[in-house]
């Protein structure tokens, strides 16, 4: 198993352009997750999903939007980049959750995406 | 989640037992401990979790007190490449409304491993 994939590894992007973050996983999980982790900083929820077609917002969902048609991808879609969105941005997965109890979540590489 | 205090750095001979404490005082009686790794650059790497007995696998051991408001997370034997920050998580609950999963990643503890 190729794990949790995420393209592209970098991206240097000038204020207001768009782009998407790719995201897919090959382990039939069920749960994905956007975080993005600013320097120095501990990792914050942007998005995630319990399952295709149902997404909901994390802490940080200003500026983002994402699509879950499949179990596979979950990408996460920047519309009009601001220089605050200048981040390393992962995504991970984890096959179910049971309520009070988090299973392990399997990380991604990470996009490190800068706004100029 | 449950609030969680760790160390803002440790350091640790390459070899040598490397011991990360946390403090997590508010945990609930339901509440799992996980602790979670990041090398520089890359994802975080799940380690190990716990709820009340102490746990081992084949990256760490970890100890958690009777009362479960702490926990010690160990790496037996040090390697270079063991230098990560470690992070000390404790979602929340029945009550805490992670049905949906959510891990919050403090500050962590950088360890550094010198040779």
């Known amino acids: 198993n190729a794990g949790v994939t995420q393209t592209p590894k970098f991206r240097i992007l000038k204020i207001g352009q768009s782009m998407t973050l790719q995201c897919t996983q090959d382990?039939?999980?069920?749960?994905m997750y956007w975080y993005r982790q600013d320097p120095g900083m501990g990792l914050k929820l942007i998005y995630y999903?319990?399952?295709?077609?149902?997404?909901d917002k994390g802490e940080v969902p200003n500026g983002y939007n994402v699509s879950r048609s499949t179990t596979e991808d979950f990408p996460l879609r920047l519309e009009l980049a601001a220089p605050s969105q200048t981040s390393v941005y992962f995504c991970?997965?984890?096959?179910?959750?049971?309520?009070?109890?988090?299973?392990?979540?399997?990380f991604g590489p990470g996009t490190r995406l800068t706004v100029t | 989640d449950a609030k969680t205090t760790q160390p803002t750095s440790m350091d640790c001979a390459e070899g040598r037992a490397a011991n990360l404490p946390c403090n997590h005082s508010?945990?609930?009686?339901?509440?799992?401990v996980y602790w979670y790794r990041q090398i520089h650059s890359q994802g975080p790497q799940y380690i190990i979790h716990?709820?009340?007995n102490n746990e081992t696998n084949e990256m760490a051991s970890l100890i958690i007190t009777e009362d479960r408001k702490s926990s010690t997370l160990i790496l037996p034997h040090a390697t270079l490449r063991d230098t990560a920050v470690y992070y000390c998580?404790?979602?929340?609950?029945?009550?805490?409304?992670?049905?949906?999963?959510?891990?919050?990643f403090g500050q962590g503890t950088i360890l550094t491993v010198h040779p």
């Open positions: 991970a997965s984890t096959p179910f959750v049971v309520r009070g109890r988090v299973n392990e979540q399997y």
């Open positions: 382990m039939n999980h069920n749960y």
């Open positions: 999903s319990v399952g295709a077609g149902i997404t």
């Open positions: 508010t945990i609930s009686g339901n509440e799992y």
């Open positions: 716990g709820l009340k």
């Open positions: 998580i404790v979602p929340g609950g029945n009550a805490g409304g992670t049905s949906y999963g959510k891990l919050t």
